[in-house]
């Protein structure tokens, strides 16, 4: 399930060419102004040589790396939400030479408003949590630093057959209409999900999940075969763990750390772990106990309440068989079609421009964290 291989940290050439993909109305309608302000001189300094794009429309990132020439490009960095990493990934998924394709290294720069995986790079540093332009600039510094890890992405299917790739997350009920409601609360940055938590009411409808494995979409293209994930249409295999149907409020699979910038969902995930972390929250669970679960979640501290209405599970696949005839499912923060859903983890697959989980100190040695060393070159 790994067919492009073992990919360990490596560092990317120099002078590195990037091209730089920037949505002009992420987050708050800032990102050209945070790249101008921030990042544009960090490059310099650096000599990173980079071509900026300004996306015009939805999927246009999506439609131009799947007909880009990539041979003139060592490293596509995003300056934006994730949603537009969510484009490229499938756009270069849907090429011919996806297995060359999906080895060019991706890089994030937050500029959206949720910037769930950038604040999963800072955390994979070890650095103290940052947000806003903090987070911003430990970003920026990791990517003119250039060094490349591995990248687990998930394989998601649809009741239409239609066959996604994702690298953040996968969601049905409260987190997915909390997503989706906060949008209108763009303009306040990581604070719309809180926001959004107390504008939307809990669901309780019934709907039916297994931890454990789609179908083998129509793509035009030969991607990598979900080896654990029968058809939709038929039984899940004897070894799943099928969940009793039941009322459940909200069910999550991830498989970074952060579901935002302000919540810590997955304290020890990492981008190649190989995992997807899947969380379900069963009826019952009144309105005050969810918003202190999600306000735990800023701490990391969710898994530590003691709800009893909150399960916690590390699979490789899944399906999720929803009873309700309406309803909401995200992917990656993306409103997909409703219906019965499969998703597999396939590990390393991707690369993705982050630091290197650092060894413990030597006796004697003092290390600062990227964030910390980069205001002390700021300083000097």
């Not at 002009?24 to 309608?29: A, F, Q, Y």
């Not at 083998?216 to 080896?227: E, F, I, L, V």
Request: net charge negative; charged share 15%.
């Amino acid at each position: 399930n790994d067919p492009c291989g073992i990919i360990q940290h490596y560092t990317l050439r120099r002078p590195c060419r990037t091209m730089i993909l920037v949505n002009p109305h992420s987050g708050r309608g800032q990102a050209l102004q945070l790249f101008t302000g921030h990042i544009r001189a960090m490059l310099t300094e650096a000599s990173v040589p980079y071509t900026l794009v300004i996306t015009e429309h939805q999927n246009h990132a999506r439609e131009l790396v799947r007909n880009a020439d990539l041979t003139q490009w060592d490293a596509l960095v995003i300056m934006s939400g994730d949603g537009l990493l969510f484009e490229v990934i499938n756009g270069l998924m849907e090429r011919e030479d996806w297995q060359q394709a999906i080895q060019t290294p991706l890089g994030m720069l937050p500029g959206g408003s949720g910037n769930a995986l950038a604040a999963s790079i800072h955390h994979y540093s070890q650095s103290p949590p940052a947000w806003n332009e903090e987070l911003l600039l430990s970003c920026g510094f990791m990517l003119c630093k250039g060094l490349v890890g591995p990248l687990d992405l998930v394989s998601v299917h649809l009741a239409s057959s239609q066959r996604l790739f994702s690298f953040l997350s996968l969601a049905w009920g409260f987190v997915a209409d909390v997503d989706i409601e906060s949008e209108k609360y763009r303009h306040v940055g990581a604070i719309r999900f809180l926001m959004g938590t107390l504008a939307t009411r809990p669901p309780f409808t019934p709907q039916q999940a297994s931890p454990k494995p789609g179908t083998q979409g129509n793509n035009k293209t030969a991607s990598p075969t979900d080896s654990l994930l029968p058809s939709l249409d038929q039984p899940v295999p004897e070894n799943w763990t099928v969940v009793n149907e039941e009322d459940f409020v909200l069910v999550l699979a991830i498989y970074q750390s952060h579901l935002a910038e302000d919540l810590w969902t997955v304290p020890g995930a990492m981008a190649d772990d190989g995992l997807i972390h899947l969380f379900y929250v069963t009826a019952g669970i009144s309105r005050p106990a969810l918003l202190r679960l999600f306000l735990a979640m800023e701490r990391g501290s969710h898994l530590a309440c003691g709800c009893p209405h909150l399960v916690y599970e590390k699979v490789r696949a899944l399906r999720l068989e929803p009873v309700s005839q309406q309803g909401m499912i995200t992917v990656d923060g993306e409103v997909v079609e409703y219906g019965p859903i499969q998703a597999q983890v396939h590990p390393r697959m991707a690369r993705l421009i982050c630091p290197q989980t650092p060894p413990p100190p030597r006796p004697g040695l003092t290390t600062l964290p990227a964030l910390e060393l980069c205001k002390k070159i700021e300083e000097i």
